[in-house]
């Protein structure tokens, strides 16, 4: 977020807005703590139900879609910036190897940079995607994912009713009928460990062996 | 009474239930989720999904509709507690896809740390970076 920003300082003067989505079941005082260390001057709301993951088809965060002022959609939902170098991170004490450090670097740049360029040139900036290459990059939904979404605003609200058991049965339910969704599977986790890391988590990002955590960028130079 | 948990938020309404039914107001359904049955068939905005001839009575009596029948004829997803005492409906794919590949940003309201409403349209006539983070 402190990456944002500055993002944000930068480029406001172009006509430009940041609007941070946190995707928080428990609620906005999840969110609280980060949001105020960065004293954020974007728009910084909350979405408990991940209704925009629902909107905009989105499986992980950051996630982001670049959205024109006619609120047309010119590059529809893709990873932010980050990458899979996170999982040469040493799990103990968290930290990246110089390779990954300098992975993450040259990703979180060049995305920066992308975005950047088309704040300032709009349609004319080559990363701005034209209507069809756009409608390319949807990514596509099955009817299982719609169902999943389902069932996760259930398990939410089973989940804040008290209803924890039933709520767990619900929100797996969602997971199962939406496996590459991320964030159903690690926001369930928070909901049952109340914030606590989920010891499960490597484990699940070591199965998928040679598949992606994170989809690549459509970008020049993105690995 | 049960509760109805949709995209637009939730709501609360008079309605029974019997076996794979949900029998609520009309009105209720359709300030719920968009849905109504209409003439021309079940619709929301400027989809319709017709029913065939003769088949209304069991979708409508009197004021109330059959939510649960009429959704899972329109191809459209819902979930509900083990009670049937909540309800969660949702859009099918195919049109969340074909929203998605008009280009046009879905739009929608989301509440700051102060709970205040802030809408993705209300930035119209400037670019918007619209990202997400966790923080799990």
């Known amino acids: 977020m402190p990456v944002w920003q500055h993002l944000y300082d930068e480029l406001k003067d172009y006509g430009f807005m940041v609007f941070a989505v946190a995707m928080e079941s428990r609620g906005p005082e999840a969110a609280r703590p980060w949001i105020e260390a960065a004293k954020t001057t974007y728009v910084s709301v909350i979405d408990a139900d991940h209704r925009l993951a629902e909107l905009y088809n989105m499986v992980n965060v950051p996630e982001a879609v670049w959205i024109d002022e006619a609120g047309r959609i010119v590059r529809p939902t893709e990873v932010a910036g980050s990458g899979d170098y996170f999982r040469k991170m040493d799990r103990v004490t968290r930290t990246l190897p110089e390779e990954g450090k300098a992975m993450r670097e040259s990703m979180r740049t060049r995305y920066m940079d992308a975005l950047r360029d088309w704040v300032k040139n709009g349609n004319r900036s080559e990363f701005a995607f034209d209507a069809n290459a756009a409608r390319g990059h949807v990514r596509k939904q099955t009817e299982d994912v719609a169902l999943a979404h389902c069932w996760f605003r259930l398990g939410r609200h089973l989940h804040a009713a008290g209803r924890a058991e039933e709520a767990e049965a619900a929100l797996a339910e969602a997971s199962r009928l939406h496996p590459d969704s991320w964030n159903i599977w690690r926001q369930m986790g928070d909901m049952k460990l109340e914030g606590k890391p989920n010891p499960d988590f490597w484990g699940r990002v070591d199965k998928l062996g040679a598949r992606r955590y994170y989809d690549k960028i459509d970008m020049p130079g993105m690995p | ?136």
């Open chain 2, 1 to 136: 009474m049960v509760t109805l948990l949709t995209e637009r938020g939730r709501y609360e309404a008079a309605a029974s239930t019997e076996g794979e039914s949900l029998w609520l107001p009309a009105v209720a359904l359709s300030m719920a989720t968009g849905w109504e049955l209409k003439p021309e068939g079940f619709c929301r905005d400027e989809i319709c999904v017709p029913l065939s001839r003769g088949r209304e009575s069991e979708f409508r009596r009197g004021e109330e509709v059959d939510a649960a029948k009429l959704f899972r004829y329109a191809g459209q997803p819902l979930a509900a507690s083990r009670d049937k005492s909540v309800w969660s409906f949702g859009t099918s794919a195919a049109i969340r896809s074909s929203a998605l590949e008009s280009l046009e940003a879905p739009d929608i309201g989301l509440p700051d740390l102060a709970g205040k409403v802030h809408r993705i349209s209300d930035h119209r006539g400037k670019k918007v970076f619209l990202s997400t983070w966790a923080s799990w």
